[in-house]
């Protein structure tokens, strides 16, 4: 297995431009999230997924679309990006007990200029 | 919703010496607590996790300890190793959906 794959692993936006941020899991996992990491602040969690067509906010949505239309993907979709969207991304996906592992992509660090 | 604190945010050992990192939450439902280590340019990745009907567990050299009662838990590593210099965080779930972490402990270990 693979695990999660992320891409790309680097970006670099100019201010108003637009990107999908793609991640894949290939281990059948129900539950998916998108979390970014700043310096010194931990990981916040932007949205997740639950299953297939099912997405929720987490505690830092503004800026960012998600969808679920596929159980193996989960793109984080950047609108109009701002320099406070400068971070590190990572995607996660878990089976399905709340016990469960949650397992980790590589990230995507992203800077916008 | 709910809230963790974790101490210190950096944290330098000797080789050999123990390590010590200490996480607090707010939530009194929250009922599991996962503890991940994040190499440098890697995602985080679960070392150990305990559940709120257990008070200790070990695994090699890391054990974790919860306490609900003060609703704090933390990590323990002995014989610390150069390659245990990483970053680490605590997390906490109260639902069946979301962790929510720490800001992390860098630790260092000098040979």
């Known amino acids: 297995n693979a695990g999660v794959t992320q891409t790309p692993k680097f970006r670099i936006l100019k201010i108003g431009q637009s990107m999908t941020l793609q991640c894949a899991q290939d281990m059948n996992h129900n539950y998916m999230y998108w979390y970014r990491q700043d310096p010194g602040m931990g990981l916040k969690l932007i949205y997740y997924s639950v299953g297939a067509g099912i997405t929720d906010k987490g505690e830092v949505p503004n800026g960012y679309n998600v969808s679920r239309s596929t159980t193996e993907d989960f793109p984080l979709r950047l609108e109009l990006a701002a320099p406070s969207q400068t971070s590190v991304y990572f995607c996660?996906?878990?089976?399905?007990?709340?016990?469960?592992?949650?397992?980790f992509g590589p990230g995507t660090r992203l800077t916008v200029l | 919703g709910e809230n963790v604190e974790q101490h210190p945010s950096t944290l330098s050992v000797q080789e050999g010496d123990s390590a010590v990192i200490k996480c607090t939450y707010s939530?009194?439902?929250?009922?599991?607590f996962p503890w991940y280590k994040q190499e440098l340019g890697k995602g985080p990745q679960l070392i150990i996790d305990i559940r709120s009907n257990v008070g200790e567990k070990k695994d090699q050299r890391i054990a974790v300890t919860l306490n609900k009662t003060a609703k704090h838990f933390s990590l323990h590593i002995t014989e610390t190793q150069p390659e245990d210099s990483a970053v680490y965080f605590c997390?906490?779930?109260?639902?069946?959906?979301?962790?929510?972490f720490g800001k992390g402990t860098m630790l260092l270990v000098s040979p």
């Open positions: 939530d009194s439902a929250s009922n599991y």
């Open positions: 996660a996906s878990r089976w399905g007990s709340p016990v469960d592992t949650q397992y």
């Open positions: 997390a906490a779930s109260t639902g069946y959906s979301t962790l929510t």
